[in-house]
């Protein structure tokens, strides 16, 4: 049974540029969290997304970022012109209820 | 405003040096309070979960303790495959499902 898979593992973005962060949840899990690790810092919650639908952005920027969780194939975190602050380890995490996170390796994003 | 503060930041032991890291935590209501340990370029992996004051959990050298501020994650005996960021996290009781995580505190086990 495949842990919980995110692509790209490194990504680079001129500033502008928009990038797509995919992750994949371990089968049979229906609730898929996304986070960002910052330099320095703690890992800060972002969105948590059941199939079709988003039930918890509080921690999304209202600006630039959106994330869908499809019925089919893998969610996703977009981010649209990406600046050097949004620099960071993007990590994605799925559990098949609401306890038990299992989290992904991430995708390392770098803008430059 | 939930909050989790991990001391000390970083730690260096001696390989069979045991000690103890601290997790103070102020939330709205405690659902589950989270240890996971974290690996250079890698995703954090789950340790344990403590729900309750009073409650333990051990895993081969590492111990889990849980009172209404704080949690201690107690490594015995220590062994250089210890060295890792340990993370501690709480997740409240107010409806959400998102976790609030600590900075991490950096083990360094020399051999």
């Known amino acids: 049974n495949a842990g919980v898979m995110q692509n790209p593992r490194h990504l680079v973005r001129r500033r502008g540029q928009e990038a797509r962060l995919r992750c994949s949840p371990m089968?049979?899990?229906?609730?898929v969290y996304w986070y960002r690790q910052l330099p320095e810092e703690g890992l800060k919650f972002m969105v948590y997304l059941q199939k079709e639908n988003i039930i918890d952005e509080s921690g999304m920027p209202k600006e630039r970022f959106s994330a869908e969780f499809p019925k089919e194939g893998p969610s996703i975190l977009r981010i649209q012109q990406v600046v050097r602050g949004d620099s960071a380890a993007y990590f994605c995490?799925?559990?098949?209820?609401?306890?038990?996170?299992?989290f992904g390796s991430g995708t390392r994003l770098t803008v430059v | 405003e939930d909050q989790v503060t991990q001391s000390p930041e970083a730690l260096r032991l001696q390989e069979g040096e045991s000690s103890s890291l601290n997790c103070s935590y102020t939330?709205?209501?405690?659902?589950?309070l989270f240890w996971y340990r974290q690996d250079p370029g890698k995703g954090p992996e789950f340790l344990f979960t403590l729900y309750s004051a009073g409650e333990e959990k051990e895993k081969e050298r590492l111990k889990a303790t849980l009172t209404k501020k704080e949690s201690f994650l107690h490594i015995t005996a220590p062994k250089p495959e210890d060295s890792a960021t340990y993370l501690c996290?709480?997740?409240?009781?107010?409806?959400?499902?998102?976790?609030?995580f600590g900075k991490g505190m950096k083990l360094t086990v020399n051999p």
């Open positions: 996290a709480v997740q409240a009781g107010s409806g959400s499902e998102k976790l609030v």
């Open positions: 089968k049979g899990h229906s609730h």
């Open positions: 939330v709205s209501g405690l659902r589950g």
């Open positions: 995490a799925s559990s098949p209820t609401i306890y038990g996170y299992t």
